[in-house]
Structure formats: C-alpha cells, structure tokens
C-alpha cells in the first residue's frame, strides 16, 4: 500500500509541476537553445571557402539578438533576429527569403547571406 501512495503522490506532484508551466512561453523569450551544436558547418566568400564535418557552432544571446559563434576560422554571425514559429523552434525574421535559419533545442539549420558570404550549418546537439 505505501508503495502505491508513493507512486500516486508522485505521479500528482509531476502532474502539478507540468500544470504549471506556461503554455505561452515564448521561445525567443527564454534560453533555450543557447548553447553548442556540432556538425557540418561552412563558410563561402569570395576568395574563401571553409567547410567541416566536424564543426561546432555555440549559440549565444544578447539581449533579444542571437550571436552563432563558429569553430574552424569560421567567422561569427551575429545580431540574428527570430520569431517563435509555434513548434518549440525559431526562426530567423530577417525579410530576405533566400536566408533561414531554423534553431530548435536539438538542431541548428542554417543557410544564411550576408554581405556576400554565406553560413551553412547542420548540426545537432
């Protein structure tokens, strides 16, 4: 009998805890996808081409902008902004639509131009 009033208090007080999380939490509001993310990353610009299987991209935020800092003598992207697009991901707002970015808390998509260069990543953490 105690066995089965420890599971059922159990199963009330994980109940309660996910009852109270916010449903309209805002992705793009929280830290939820900073952090390190490895892949294939790559970098083109003219006179310059840096690719790798093996790379790492940390995602940093500052403020309400997203910074990608990436490995390999990879430039960094910085100052990205996103929306929430309803599935727990963000995704970049800039108005171009040859670029996109799509972050989720396990994967970084990535196929970004800027200034003549151009960002790619696929990587997963």
């Known amino acids: 009998m105690s066995k089965?009033?420890?599971s059922?208090?159990?199963l009330f007080a994980a109940a309660f805890i996910l009852a109270s999380c916010s449903k309209k939490d805002n992705p793009t509001n929280n830290d939820l996808f900073v952090g390190t993310y490895k892949g294939k990353i790559s970098?083109?610009?003219e006179g310059e081409n840096k690719s790798t299987d093996d790379g790492k991209v940390t995602v940093v935020k500052v403020g309400s902008n997203y910074n990608f800092?990436?490995?390999d003598a990879i430039p960094d992207l910085?100052?990205?902004q996103f929306k929430a697009d309803g599935d727990n991901a963000v995704v970049s707002v800039d108005d171009n639509s040859a670029q996109?970015?799509?972050?989720?808390a396990s994967t970084l998509l990535?196929?970004?131009t800027k200034d003549g260069a151009v960002?790619?990543?696929n990587c997963t953490r």
């Open 69 to 71: 800092v990436f490995s």
């Open 78 to 80: 910085t100052g990205v």
């Open 100 to 104: 996109i970015i799509r972050l989720t």
């Open 110 to 112: 990535m196929a970004y």
């Open 119 to 121: 960002w790619t990543a």
């Open 8 to 10: 059922m208090s159990l």
């Open 4 to 6: 089965h009033l420890k």
């Open 43 to 45: 970098y083109v610009k």
